[in-house]
């Protein structure tokens, strides 16, 4: 029986809780594929699993991250999809497809939706089955290492700026953390959109990065209060949307920020998700407060065509071989790498 090596929780902790195990390939079954995988993209949600949520339940043992490259290798009976020897991008969001959620095209409401490598099975493996429905083709412009950085974060920015904030063109948005995965993507997108991008990175060199990429503004978190330096650069009248991700460390801050009507949009809580509101301000300023997670399939592979016309850049930072991956989260969790991470399988 033909093996392949994969990246395995069997319980939280620090890096040594990361464990390199052999296992069977996998075979598709119906209406699936199987995906030799070329290239694996971390996320932070990687680095939550590995070290566990309070109150949350991972199912382990479970094989690591979200995102991957590949090429379809084998078929499962039924699919018409795909074929053979295509390179694909794995989506990383399975749901049911029968429910109302999902056939309005909202899958990531869907009841029974799973992302991988966070509750089922993911792409650290050298070999992944997946439903047919989530594999797409790799934009051409990208190479595997590129493209297998792109998926998780885009599809929630885009949710997040596009859906659940509405941001439009003239709008004034602050990005919190630009040079992360979730917010390079949103800094891209918002400047797609045609709104006014204020965004935050630490230290010169992402504020550079950050720069290249399309921010009209970026602020030195490490050496600046964004809030006073919103408020100078707005002439006091605040943003129309602020992009969170953070959580506890910005939070109030990202509220004093906003103009009245004003949108925050959070997908995360990087810094802990304990915090304070004063209702007082939430509803005398009209201000809204909106979660997001994920985004749908039809809105990321309307966003592969945007990286096929060039209009966006995949913002990778290194690759690392899989036997590596002990690093590779030692850098996610520093923050020291200058865009996406990335595991050579």
């Known amino acids: 029986m033909a093996t392949m090596r994969c990246v395995v929780v069997r319980e939280h902790g620090g890096f040594d809780r990361l464990r390199l195990e052999e296992r069977p390939v996998p075979e598709p079954q119906a209406k699936c594929v ?45 699919v018409t999809s795909v074929r053979e020897g295509d390179a694909v991008l ?24 799973h992302i991988l490598g966070e509750s089922c099975d993911g792409t650290s493996a050298e070999f992944v089955c997946v439903p047919a429905a989530n594999v797409a083709p790799m934009p051409k412009r990208l190479s595997f290492e590129q493209a297998a950085s792109v998926c998780l974060a885009f599809q929630t920015a885009w ?15 602050l990005v919190h953390a630009g040079m992360s995965g ?6 891209q997108i918002a400047k797609l959109l045609g709104a006014q991008v204020i965004a935050t990175a630490g230290g010169p060199e992402k504020c550079a ?3 290249a990429l399309g921010a009209h503004h970026v602020i030195d978190s490490r050496a600046q209060d964004f809030v006073a330096a919103v408020k100078a650069l707005t002439g006091k009248a605040g943003v129309n949307v602020v992009f969170e991700h953070t959580g506890a460390s910005t939070f109030d801050g990202s509220l004093k920020v906003l103009q009245r009507g004003g949108r925050l949009v959070t997908c995360g ?3 802990g998700g304990l ?10 300023k009209s201000l809204s407060i909106l979660g997001s997670t994920m985004g749908s399939k039809g809105d990321l592979r309307h966003v592969l065509r945007l990286f096929d016309q060039g209009r966006f ?28 991470l990335v595991l050579l399988p």
Request: hydrophobic share 45%; with cysteine.
């Open 159 to 173: 949710n997040m700026l596009v859906r659940r904030a509405e941001l439009r063109a003239g709008e004034t948005v």
């Open 90 to 113: 794995v989506l990383p969001g399975v749901s049911c497809g029968a429910c109302e959620a999902c056939q309005s095209g909202h899958d990531q409401l869907c009841r029974d939706y």
């Open 182 to 187: 979730v917010g390079s993507a949103a800094v």
């Open 275 to 284: 915090v304070q509101l004063s209702l007082h301000a939430l509803f005398f």
């Open 209 to 211: 990065k950050v720069k």
């Open 313 to 340: 850049e995949a913002v990778l930072a290194r690759t690392l071989p899989m036997a590596e991956v002990g690093e590779a989260h030692r850098l996610l969790e520093e923050r020291a790498a200058l865009g996406k």
């Open 34 to 78: 199987r995906v030799h995988v070329r290239a694996v993209g971390l996320n932070h949600l990687d680095t939550w699993v590995r070290r566990g949520v309070p109150g949350h339940t991972f199912p382990l043992p479970l094989v690591m991250s979200s995102d991957a490259a590949g090429v379809v290798d084998a078929l499962g009976t039924g």
């Open 269 to 271: 809580a990087t810094t």
